[in-house]
């Protein structure tokens, strides 16, 4: 290493982390991370090397490079600097945890920097056997009732703040009809993706069934709360409460039911985001792929939600049959790769598993 010019003054080392944890959710997965690391000392110049500390369970070390842990850059010369840190979990064993320590090497003081590194490979794939289809069935017949609340959300934003065009409205009003359109949908979006983020938590199956009992209380409630105001705000004898409030009555009426569909009604979407976030984390443990995982959650929401409109609501629309059939074949074919992917995996994994480096 070279001194700087002022032997008295030196660089200080900052870490953004003095440790670094990895979590394989894929078999075979590589992992990266980065780490900055700076110098507030000014005239001074802060150079550092990186080196792993040798572990007797890897093999020896040619030409400074690590068989399945890669630092970029390995050198620097800089006050500011973003490494890298790769790891290559296809040369380790799957289930195991791994501890090796990263030493930095720089001229300030002290000059040496050790970090801990850790290693979570993921489990071995496991073939789906028949509990996986009969628990695959039964999550989609009680998901086409239980998404119940989040189709009946969607027919009143969807029917109830459609204009009647038979009485040709104007430019301005289709223009607000679009504006509650979108706010009902951006609702639904927001409570999804909470829903959504509740379901990948570590306790997320937990919140699976309160959360459907929440979002039939969301709906009873939006309900309940629009017949009272139709009560206060209808004349008696009027033929259609619903249709005064979306359609022939007052502006504010109109804005009140709509602002209720959009905020109560919208949080029955919350347990359809639950539900997704639980099946992507249930799949990853029985060996999907995280992106696996995600398109198998979605296909069986989307599936149900297809197949739940159909029999429920009756809209017998052909882009609902559609996307019903599409999405059980998308379901199949998936299921169907992963079943020859793992096969794959496993028997080469056997394969090599006396090749591959213990921890």
């Not at 004349?235 to 109109?254: E, V």
């Not at 999907?288 to 149900?304: Q, R, V």
């Not at 019903?324 to 090599?352: D, M, W």
Request: charged residues 15%; positive net charge.
């Amino acid at each position: 290493m070279n001194q700087n010019s002022n032997s008295s003054v030196v660089p200080d080392v900052n870490l953004s982390q003095n440790q670094l944890d990895f979590q394989a959710q894929g078999f075979n997965q590589r992992l990266t991370q980065t780490l900055t690391i700076t110098n507030s000392v000014p005239k001074t110049l802060l150079q550092g090397k990186w080196n792993i500390i040798p572990h007797p369970s890897d093999p020896i070390i040619e030409d400074g490079k690590h068989p399945w842990i890669e630092i970029k850059p390995q050198r620097f010369q800089k006050n500011q600097v973003v490494c890298s840190i790769t790891v290559e979990t296809n040369l380790l064993k799957a289930n195991q945890v791994y501890e090796r320590q990263l030493n930095l090497k720089t001229n300030s003081n002290p000059q040496n920097y050790q970090i801990p590194l850790t290693v979570k490979t993921a489990l071995l794939p496991v073939l789906l056997g028949k509990k996986f289809y009969i628990l695959l069935g039964i999550t989609f017949l009680i998901l086409i009732v239980a998404l119940t609340p989040a189709y009946t959300y969607l027919s009143f934003a969807t029917t109830f703040s459609t204009p009647q065009f038979r009485h040709h409205p104007g430019f301005s009003q289709i223009l607000v009809d679009l504006f509650w359109k979108g706010l009902s949908l951006l609702t639904a979006i927001i409570w999804l993706y909470l829903g959504i983020r509740i379901g990948l938590s570590r306790r997320g199956g937990l919140w699976v069934i309160p959360s459907a009992f929440l979002s039939y209380f969301l709906l009873i409630l939006m309900v309940q709360l629009i017949g009272m105001l139709s009560a206060i705000v209808i004349p008696s004898g009027s033929d259609s409460a619903l249709n005064f409030l979306f359609q022939d009555g007052g502006k504010c009426g109109r804005i009140l039911s709509r602002m209720l569909i959009s905020v109560l009604g919208g949080g029955s979407v919350l347990n359809m985001g639950v539900v997704w976030g639980w099946l992507t984390q249930r799949y990853q443990k029985i060996g999907f792929e995280p992106k696996e995982s995600n398109i198998l959650a979605f296909l069986i929401i989307l599936s149900s939600f297809s197949w739940g409109v159909v029999f429920f609501i009756k809209w017998l629309l052909p882009v609902m049959i559609l996307t019903g059939i599409l999405s059980l074949v998308g379901i199949f074919k998936l299921i169907q790769t992963s079943v020859k992917k793992r096969q794959t995996v496993i028997q080469a994994y056997f394969n090599s598993e006396s090749q591959r480096i213990s921890e």
